[in-house]
């Protein structure tokens, strides 16, 4: 379970442009759920979305994941942890674009110490699972977006995360792509991955995999 307690994010604190990003947050998330944080642009959710994967602090508050909080955990710890609980996927990709599928995918498993026979077959498994398999060997400058996303997702899943987090996963794809995206984490979520998405796509909206949608509105969650 994932559980949030009096979460506050301010930014500028203390001073003339002190401006709170969240508010009073408190939400429990069931293991191998699937959820959607749903919010125009500036509402609070991809901040939201920043401090549940430990890529940024909460002002105050709590966040416990697997019975660990990582609200304060150091740097160090917090790069620990994402590396081996957390898949991201995010609406810029964040891929390299000079290196080709198969190398930006096998990138999250270098500091985890698998030897080269249990990255391929990790890497394997994610190109599978994706549906992005026929372009390992294509360097990502040449990509659509649609393989970009793709290639994303299985970068996501090569560890074998318990937990993805998306923030917008569709706000750069057609309706096409956006489909085949819905697609993977429908199959995430028969594997029983707790998945996560920050989005304001409708898209998302009357998914049959979907339990549960949580509205954000000016750093508050609505009732």
């Given at each position: 379970m994932i559980k949030i307690t009096n979460l506050n994010k301010v930014f500028n604190q203390n001073t003339k442009?002190?401006?709170y990003a969240l508010k009073d947050?408190?939400?429990k998330i069931q293991t191998s759920s699937c959820v959607i944080l749903k919010g125009v642009?500036?509402?609070g959710k991809s901040t939201l979305l920043s401090i549940l994967g430990a890529l940024s602090k909460p002002s105050?508050?709590?966040v416990i994941i697997h019975e660990d909080s990582i609200a304060k955990l150091p740097d160090l710890h917090s790069s620990a942890f994402r590396a081996r609980n957390l898949g991201f996927i995010f609406q810029s990709y964040?891929?390299?674009?000079?290196l080709n599928v198969e190398e930006n995918i096998s990138i999250p498993l270098v500091p985890l110490g698998f030897n080269q026979k249990e990255i391929n077959e990790k890497v394997e498994f994610a190109l599978k699972l994706a549906n992005i398999e026929h372009k390992k060997d294509e360097t990502v400058s040449n990509l659509s977006g649609g393989e970009k996303q793709r290639t994303a997702i299985a970068r996501a899943l090569v560890n074998n995360p318990d937990i993805i987090?998306?923030?917008e996963p569709t706000?750069?794809?057609d309706s096409v792509n956006s489909l085949k995206f819905i697609d993977v984490m429908r199959k995430l979520k028969e594997l029983n991955k707790t998945i996560i998405i920050a989005t304001h796509d409708p898209i998302f909206d009357n998914l049959d995999f979907v339990d549960d949608i949580i509205n954000i509105?000016?750093?508050y969650i609505l009732e």
């Open positions: 442009k002190e401006f947050i408190n939400i642009s500036g509402s105050s508050g709590d964040n891929l390299f674009n000079e987090l998306c923030d706000a750069n794809l509105k000016d750093g």
